[in-house]
C-alpha cells in the first residue's frame, strides 16, 4: 500500500536519482486504518502517541537514508549491518541483504498470508533469518518470472529488515522505535517499502503475507518505476494472501462486496485507473480503493488467467504512453471486452466470491465503518456506479391446443 504524506519532502537530485516523479509521494506502506480487526486496533491504540511523528522528512535525512542504499560493490560485513540494524546478524543473498533487529523471531508457521490475531504453533520452533529469506526468494523467483523480467538484480540490493518480537504492544512498540531508528519516522504500519534506501521494514510477528506484500512494492518499484497505484497496490495486495499457489480471498473482499450487497455500489473500473483518486481519497475511501485494486487484479487472475495479468503488467509498463486512457484500451484489448462488459463480469465476480472463515469475524466492523461513510465515498466521491437489478421474467405466452380452437370456432 502507498503510504502517503509521509515522505513528502525530497530534494530535486534526490527524486531524479530515485528516477521518481516530483509528484510522487517516496513512501510505500502496510499502514494500518482500523481494518485489521479489534486486535490490532487494541495494539495501535496502547502504544504512547510521542513514538509516532507526522512532520516530512527534513533534506538532511532524507539525504542520510539515501546513504544507506547499498549495492553489490558495497564492502558489507557485521561492522556495517550493526550500524544499519543494530544488530550484526545478516544474510547476503542478491538482490537481497536480509538484516535482523534485535527482537526474537516468533514460533509461529511461516505462510504467505496475513496475521489476523496471533498465530504460534506449539512444538516447532522459530523461523531462522535463513528461512525467512528462503521464503522471500522463492516467491522473487516466481513473481519475477511471471512479471518482473526488467528489475536488474546485479545493480542495487534491496535492503530487508526484520524485527520479530511479541504479538503484543511490547513487540509493537520495540518495532516501532526501530522505524524511527532506521528511517527517523514510526507510522500506523507493520511493513513498508521506502525507495530511497530500497528497503523492506517489516515486523515478522503480522504475518508472511505481509512481507511479500511489501517485496512486490519493492519489485514494481525497480522494475517499473512509473507503475499507476491501481497496479502497484493491487499487484502487492494480490500475493499478499496466496494458498497452494494461487491468490486466495482476504478481508480486502469485505469491503467490496458489502458495498453492492448493501448499497449496489461498486466504483468502475475505468475510473479505478486514475491515481489521483488515491490521492485524493481519505482512509475510509483509501482503504476500498486498495480493497478494488485487490479484486480488479484477481478478477482478470481468475477470468481470464494469470498469463493475462502479467501481460497487463508488462504492456503497460513498455507502453511509451502511460495513461490511464492507454491503460483501459490494453485490458479491453487483452480482455476482448468492452467497457461495460467488463464492469458487469467484475461486479458479478465480487458477488459471488466467497470471504474465507478466518476473516468473516471482521464482517459487522468493517459494515458499520462502510455504514457511517458510505454516502462520502461513493458519492463525493463520484465512484459511483448503480448495480443494475436482475430483470423480471417475462411469462411465456399462452399456446392454445388445437382442440381448443376448434371449440371456440363453433
Same mark, same amino acid.
Given at each position: 500500500?502507498?503510504?502517503?504524506?509521509?515522505?513528502?519532502?525530497?530534494?530535486?537530485?534526490?527524486?531524479?536519482?530515485?528516477?521518481?516523479?516530483?509528484?510522487?509521494?517516496?513512501?510505500?506502506?502496510?499502514?494500518?486504518?482500523?481494518?485489521?480487526?479489534?486486535?490490532?486496533?487494541?495494539?495501535?491504540?496502547?502504544?504512547?502517541?510521542?513514538?509516532?511523528?507526522?512532520?516530512?522528512?527534513?533534506?538532511?535525512?532524507?539525504?542520510?537514508?539515501?546513504?544507506?542504499?547499498?549495492?553489490?560493490?558495497?564492502?558489507?560485513?557485521?561492522?556495517?549491518?550493526?550500524?544499519?540494524?543494530?544488530?550484526?546478524?545478516?544474510?547476503?543473498?542478491?538482490?537481497?541483504?536480509?538484516?535482523?533487529?534485535?527482537?526474537?523471531?516468533?514460533?509461529?508457521? $511461516?505462510?504467505?498470508?496475513?496475521?489476523?490475531? =496471533? *498465530?504460534?504453533?506449539?512444538? !516447532?520452533?522459530?523461523?531462522? /533469518?535463513? @528461512?525467512?529469506?528462503?521464503?522471500?526468494?522463492?516467491?522473487?523467483?516466481?513473481?519475477?518470472?511471471?512479471?518482473?523480467?526488467?528489475?536488474?538484480?546485479?545493480?542495487?540490493?534491496?535492503?530487508?529488515?526484520?524485527?520479530?518480537?511479541?504479538?503484543?504492544?511490547?513487540?509493537?512498540?520495540?518495532?516501532?522505535?526501530?522505524?524511527?531508528?532506521?528511517?527517523?519516522?514510526?507510522?500506523?504500519?507493520?511493513?513498508?517499502?521506502?525507495?530511497?534506501?530500497?528497503?523492506?521494514?517489516?515486523?515478522?510477528?503480522?504475518?508472511?503475507?505481509?512481507?511479500?506484500?511489501?517485496?512486490?512494492?519493492?519489485?514494481?518499484?525497480?522494475?517499473?518505476?512509473?507503475?499507476?497505484?491501481?497496479?502497484?497496490?493491487?499487484?502487492?495486495?494480490?500475493?499478499?494472501?496466496?494458498?497452494?499457489?494461487?491468490?486466495?480471498?482476504?478481508?480486502? $473482499?469485505?469491503?467490496?462486496?458489502?458495498?453492492? =450487497? *448493501?448499497?449496489?455500489?461498486? !466504483?468502475?473500473?475505468?475510473? /479505478?485507473? @486514475?491515481?489521483?483518486?488515491?490521492?485524493?481519497?481519505?482512509?475510509?475511501?483509501?482503504?476500498?480503493?486498495?480493497?478494488?485494486?485487490?479484486?480488479?487484479?484477481?478478477?482478470?487472475?481468475?477470468?481470464?488467467?494469470?498469463?493475462?495479468?502479467?501481460?497487463?503488467?508488462?504492456?503497460?509498463?513498455?507502453?511509451?504512453?502511460?495513461?490511464?486512457?492507454?491503460?483501459?484500451?490494453?485490458?479491453?484489448?487483452?480482455?476482448?471486452?468492452?467497457?461495460?462488459?467488463?464492469?458487469?463480469?467484475?461486479?458479478?465476480?465480487?458477488?459471488?466470491?466467497?470471504?474465507?472463515?478466518?476473516?468473516?469475524?471482521?464482517?459487522?466492523?468493517?459494515?458499520?465503518?462502510?455504514?457511517?461513510?458510505?454516502?462520502?465515498?461513493?458519492?463525493?466521491?463520484?465512484?459511483?456506479?448503480?448495480?443494475?437489478?436482475?430483470?423480471?421474467?417475462?411469462?411465456?405466452?399462452?399456446?392454445?391446443?388445437?382442440?381448443?380452437?376448434?371449440?371456440?370456432?363453433?
Amino acid at each position: 500500500m502507498y503510504l502517503r504524506n509521509a515522505w513528502p519532502i525530497l530534494t530535486a537530485a534526490v527524486k531524479n536519482r530515485l528516477k521518481m516523479d516530483a509528484s510522487s509521494s517516496n513512501g510505500y506502506g502496510l499502514e494500518y486504518r482500523g481494518k485489521g480487526g479489534a486486535f490490532l486496533k487494541n495494539l495501535f491504540n496502547g502504544i504512547d502517541s510521542e513514538i509516532f511523528d507526522d512532520t516530512p522528512l527534513t533534506v538532511d535525512e532524507v539525504e542520510t537514508i539515501c546513504q544507506r542504499r547499498l549495492n553489490s560493490a558495497s564492502l558489507i560485513d557485521s561492522s556495517l549491518v550493526f550500524g544499519l540494524s543494530g544488530n550484526k546478524t545478516f544474510l547476503l543473498s542478491p538482490p537481497f541483504i536480509f538484516m535482523q533487529g534485535t527482537a526474537k523471531f516468533l514460533a509461529m508457521p $511461516l505462510k504467505q498470508e496475513k496475521n489476523l490475531e =496471533l *498465530e504460534t504453533e506449539s512444538g !516447532i520452533a522459530p523461523p531462522s /533469518l535463513a @528461512e525467512y529469506g528462503s521464503f522471500m526468494i522463492k516467491s522473487y523467483e516466481i513473481l519475477k518470472i511471471d512479471y518482473f523480467n526488467k528489475f536488474n538484480p546485479s545493480s542495487d540490493l534491496i535492503s530487508v529488515y526484520l524485527l520479530g518480537g511479541r504479538y503484543d504492544t511490547e513487540g509493537l512498540s520495540n518495532y516501532l522505535k526501530f522505524c524511527n531508528r532506521v528511517h527517523f519516522r514510526a507510522h500506523k504500519r507493520v511493513a513498508y517499502y521506502m525507495p530511497a534506501d530500497n528497503s523492506i521494514l517489516a515486523w515478522t510477528s503480522s504475518g508472511g503475507g505481509t512481507l511479500i506484500h511489501e517485496l512486490v512494492h519493492a519489485l514494481v518499484a525497480n522494475d517499473y518505476p512509473e507503475a499507476p497505484q491501481w497496479l502497484n497496490e493491487g499487484l502487492a495486495s494480490l500475493y499478499e494472501e496466496v494458498r497452494e499457489d494461487k491468490p486466495f480471498n482476504n478481508y480486502r $473482499l469485505i469491503f467490496v462486496q458489502r458495498a453492492l =450487497l *448493501e448499497y449496489k455500489v461498486c !466504483i468502475k473500473w475505468i475510473d /479505478l485507473l @486514475e491515481s489521483e483518486k488515491y490521492s485524493q481519497a481519505d482512509e475510509m475511501n483509501y482503504n476500498m480503493l486498495c480493497a478494488y485494486s485487490r479484486y480488479f487484479c484477481k478478477f482478470i487472475y481468475d477470468k481470464y488467467g494469470k498469463e493475462t495479468l502479467a501481460k497487463l503488467y508488462k504492456q503497460c509498463r513498455d507502453d511509451a504512453v502511460n495513461t490511464s486512457t492507454r491503460q483501459s484500451e490494453i485490458i479491453m484489448q487483452l480482455t476482448g471486452k468492452t467497457e461495460p462488459e467488463l464492469q458487469g463480469e467484475w461486479q458479478q465476480y465480487i458477488l459471488n466470491e466467497k470471504v474465507p472463515a478466518k476473516w468473516r469475524g471482521l464482517v459487522n466492523e468493517i459494515e458499520e465503518d462502510i455504514g457511517h461513510e458510505h454516502k462520502f465515498i461513493f458519492i463525493k466521491s463520484e465512484i459511483r456506479t448503480e448495480l443494475k437489478p436482475e430483470p423480471k421474467p417475462v411469462p411465456a405466452p399462452e399456446i392454445k391446443s388445437p382442440d381448443s380452437k376448434k371449440k371456440m370456432t363453433k
